[in-house]
Structure formats: C-alpha cells, structure tokens
C-alpha cells in the first residue's frame, strides 16, 4: 500500500474503494498478464519471464520458499544446446472485490526441447497475483503438482469483461492477515485432533479445488473428501506468510508441513512439503477454495 497520513488512512479504513471497469475488469487483467508470462516463456525462456513477471518479494519453491527474484539472479541456467519450454494456460480464476488480489490456475506442460514432439511432463499452477502501486500485475506465489496425464489443452481462455463497477470496504490488512494465519492454525489443530476428513468438512467452500501431487485436481468439496477418505496420515501445518486483499474477502496463506503415519506411535514424519491455502469470505466466513500441497523430496 501506498504511505499516507494517518487520518488519511483512517478516512479509507471506513469508507468504500469504488473502481470504475470501464476499460478493462481487474479479473481480465490478471487472467491476461498470465497469458502474456506463458507467451513470454515461450518467445524468450521460463527464467526470462519468471524475472520479468515476479514481484520482487516472490516466493518460487526451490525446493523450500526462497525469494524467487533473488534466487533465480543467485543460480544462473548452465549452458546448453537445448531451448526447454514450460507452457501453461489459466483455466480457472477469482478476484477480491477490491481489484487488488487475485489468483489464476490450469495445467502446465513441459518438454525438455521446443522441438520434442510430446511433453515429457504434465502438471498444474496455482498463481497468486498482486496488483502493484504502478498498476502491473507482478505475482507473488507460484506453486504447483505435477501428474502423469495431461491436464487438458492449452487453450487461451477469452475472458470475458464486466463493465459494471464493484465497491468494497476497506479493511486493516494487517490485522485480517494475523487472523487468517490464526484461522490456518486452528484448521491444523481441528485436523490433528479429528482428521484431516473432518477438519477439510468444516473449513472447505462447496467449490474448493484440492491439487495434490501425481493426482488431477479434485474440484468439488465431495471430489475432494472422497480423496480425502483414503489418506491416513496426520498433517501438522506450519504458516509463514499470509496475504489478505484490501476488502478482505479474498486472501492466503503459505508455509509447510509435515505428514505422520496414523498408526505410528514413534512420531516418524513420512512426508514434508510446501502448501499454498487460498481463502475467500463466504456468507462473512472464511472458507478454503484452493488448497495444494507439494512434497520436497
């Protein structure tokens, strides 16, 4: 956010921000600045675009969060004759009220050569988007799974525009981040008490996505408890970040976990990852809509 006076601020903090669409929605920008990054990694290379399209406090997974701008500056691609191509599309994507935060996701494909006849892996993104104080759209968090099948064709996906404009309260930002890092607290507390099954029942929007590596994406609440049934680990999740638009109704929250075997007296941690949690207020509610979890080896 921009500094401003402390009266100014407090002025904001209980009046509406209104944005006028008339030239082109928040949505369609961000679904657009997606399309131009894939575009771009397929012109240039994905680590041209990565650096162009990244906010400079990024988070890129490597195998653990790491700022990716600096990352990326720190490990330069070795030399090689092969030109690899990352190639992905948004299928699906939501925009907080105040046209501030937002996130994109669809299926990936990677060939090892831009001349390779079939991909050699298959996958899908999760991108969160922020709006920056210049107007760009730079993203924030980037985390993905990987499946053995194809997540569907990379077709681009003609958004479509709303004229009308939205206006939304302004909300502390600061204080709805400390009480959705809390709320993903309690999420894993409920969970280690009474399975994750139960916890994802009473924390998950009827529309949630749930990505989990080596699996298509389970879209749907019941799609997504049916997967949920079979696991028998207990998940521990640890929150470091957390991100809360200006309207405070749509936000995130990343950070890592660790999986237990249900039966294992000993404690013996079996698995441990990165998870990207993406919330949207539903009826004043805070519910999960997008939940991935990636395994580090």
Do not use: C
Not at 193 to 205: I, M, Q, R, V, W
């Amino acid at each position: 956010m921009k500094y401003v006076s402390i009266a100014l601020l407090t002025v904001l903090q209980v009046s509406s921000i209104s944005h006028a669409q008339t030239d082109t929605s928040p949505l369609k920008q961000m679904v657009e600045t997606e399309q131009a990054f894939s575009k771009r990694a397929e012109e240039t290379d994905t680590r041209d675009a990565f650096l162009a399209f990244i906010a400079d406090d990024g988070l890129l997974f490597r195998p653990n969060a790491v700022n990716g701008k600096k990352w990326m500056q720190d490990h330069p691609a070795p030399p090689s004759d092969k030109h690899p191509l990352l190639a992905w599309q948004p299928v699906f994507a939501k925009m907080a009220a105040s046209g501030d935060l937002g996130f994109t996701t669809g299926p990936w494909e990677f060939r090892g050569d831009k001349s390779d006849s079939k991909p050699a892996g298959y996958g899908h993104f999760v991108t969160i988007w922020k709006k920056q104080r210049d107007g760009a759209w730079k993203f924030a968090v980037d985390l993905g799974i990987s499946h053995p099948e194809s997540g569907g064709p990379l077709k681009l996906w003609q958004v479509s525009d709303d004229p009308r404009s939205k206006s939304s309260k302004v909300v502390n930002v600061e204080e709805e981040q400390k009480k959705l890092s809390a709320l993903d607290r309690t999420f894993s507390d409920h969970g280690s008490k009474s399975g994750l099954n139960k916890a994802f029942t009473s924390f998950a929007a009827p529309d949630v996505r749930l990505y989990r590596n080596d699996r298509l994406p389970f879209v749907g609440r019941d799609s997504a408890l049916s997967y949920l049934d079979a696991v028998k680990q207990h998940y521990v999740w640890k929150p470091t970040q957390s991100g809360v638009s200006r309207a405070g109704d749509l936000g995130y929250t990343v950070g890592t976990y660790e999986a237990v075997g249900a039966n294992d007296a000993s404690g013996k941690v079996t698995e441990l990852g990165n998870y990207l949690r993406i919330w949207q207020k539903q009826g004043g509610e805070w519910r999960i809509v997008l939940d991935v979890t990636n395994p580090v080896p």
